[in-house]
């Protein structure tokens, strides 16, 4: 990951590559423990807090808005922010604050790298230093996210979700229904071999089902698939891997039989970092696995999209929740500012507003059930999809390096160099030594 340097305030920023080119981020502020072991809450007039963040690109507008609300309504809080375009150039930075003692005071991003940084008991429990904030009504699968061994050492603003996103022309051209979607495995195979398009000579001109671009999206699809199953990654106590049972069999060999029996995509077909250049932005894919992020770029390519609720295998649906989180550390000399601003980001209005900017699943809530937020046609559709991700998630440090493990399993099986009971069973083995670091 290339370095980056420090913004010197909030107007310098520094902006660099696709999000989904990689799957890190992580959010951090900084908390300070009082001597009886508490979180601090009184805090000087003119207290400076830093903040560090990854509200960039589509973000950039709703996270300068949740900035000036906040100035206004603390005034007595001098908020010097830094933007940063990505979660690597972010995460650069973290790493070595954390470890120099001097990091921020609070910084978003994406919720992976805390884990990362909850390593060597780095990061505050926000449970304990947030009194004003009711956590049942936090959404429980972008929350399970931030906790690890019982702490919350992050809470989110807001998550993407995953539903199924379709060219609603290819769709209806296919004589299938667009609003009410396939409601098992059997009916999206049969959705993709309707919707795939080639030549007499075999080339591909439209995949019915683009699975995936880069080594998340494998992971993603995958690990849908799993769900999709019964599977889960982990066990339940997230001490050893469970995804190369019958279920993680069952996911691997239906990616396998769309792709090599029904041939709906091609092998290499669409890779790359995805945003506009994604297949089903050029027309040449009709159904994809899709995130928040998604829908502007069909939407500005003329694309008729829209989202459905991704089948399991036997009936009903699910989905992955990803979500960009506060976190603080135990070190912050401004801890109760940093408490008050991640306070004020969790209020109803705030949760609303950054939600309806930025087009994003807020993750009180009662805001996403605000009517103005479900009147948006495309938030209300992820905020359906996120009701179905699993309510526990893999929190474990080594998660970004358990992506790429599984995601080269499959690629490994897809191009039939091994057979899926291999690759899943060298994945796991691989995924045991890593947690055994």
């Known amino acids: 990951m290339p370095p980056v340097a420090r913004s010197k305030g909030s107007n310098e920023m520094t902006f660099t590559s696709n999000r989904r080119q990689f799957l890190f981020g992580a959010a951090a502020s900084t908390l300070a423990i009082t001597a009886a072991g508490g979180l601090g809450r009184a805090f000087a007039q ?28 603390h005034p007595g809080i001098a908020l010097n922010s830094s933007l940063f375009a990505e979660p690597s150039q972010l995460n650069e930075k973290i790493l070595t604050a954390i470890n120099g003692n001097t990091a921020p005071d609070l910084f978003i991003q994406h919720w992976d790298y805390t884990l990362t940084y909850s390593t060597g008991d780095k990061l505050a429990d926000l449970k304990a230093g947030l009194a004003n904030v009711d956590f049942a009504g936090l959404d429980a699968s972008l929350l399970a996210y931030g906790n690890i061994g019982g702490q919350q050492v992050s809470v989110p603003l807001y998550g993407t979700s995953r539903g199924l996103g379709i060219n609603r022309k290819y769709v ?3 004589g299938l229904d667009a609003d009410k979607g396939p409601q098992d495995w059997a009916e999206l195979r049969e959705w993709a071999k309707a919707l795939t398009k080639r030549q007499d000579n075999g080339l591909l001109e439209v995949a019915g089902l683009s699975m995936f671009h880069n080594d998340l999206e494998t992971w993603e699809i995958f690990t849908l698939l799993l769900q ?20 993680g069999l069952a996911a691997i060999n239906f990616m396998f039989e769309l792709l090599h029996t029904d041939k709906v995509t091609d092998l290499g077909f669409g890779l790359g970092p995805g945003g506009s250049a994604s297949p089903i932005n050029q027309g040449r894919a009709a159904m994809i696995i899709a995130g928040n992020y998604s829908t502007n770029n069909a939407l500005k390519a003329g694309i008729e999209f829209d989202v459905l609720p991704i089948p399991m295998e036997k009936g009903g649906f699910t989905s992955l929740v990803d979500p960009f989180s506060f976190a603080v550390t135990k070190a912050s ?3 109760a500012a940093a408490l008050s601003f991640v306070e004020f980001a969790l209020s109803q209005e705030q949760q609303v507003a950054f939600a309806l900017a930025s087009k994003n699943v807020p993750v009180l809530k009662s805001a996403q059930q605000d009517p103005t937020v479900q009147a948006d046609p ?26 790429t493990i599984i995601a080269r399993a499959v690629q490994e099986t897809l191009f039939k160099r091994v057979t899926a009971e291999e690759a899943l069973k060298a ?6 030594a890593v947690l055994g670091r």
């Open 46 to 73: 003119d207290q400076q807090l830093v903040f560090w963040s990854q509200l960039a690109g589509s973000k950039k507008a709703a996270g300068e808005a949740l900035e000036a609300a906040f100035k206004t309504a």
């Open 172 to 174: 209806t051209e296919a």
């Open 228 to 247: 999709g199953a019964g599977g889960t990654l982990f066990n339940d106590e997230l001490t050893a891997p469970a995804f190369g049972g019958a279920e």
């Open 333 to 335: 000399p401004n801890q």
């Open 378 to 403: 495309f938030l209300s559709k992820f905020i359906k999809t996120a009701s179905f991700a699993p309510p526990k998630a893999a929190a474990i440090p080594a998660f970004s390096r358990m992506v």
């Open 427 to 432: 994945a796991e083995a691989e995924v045991i």
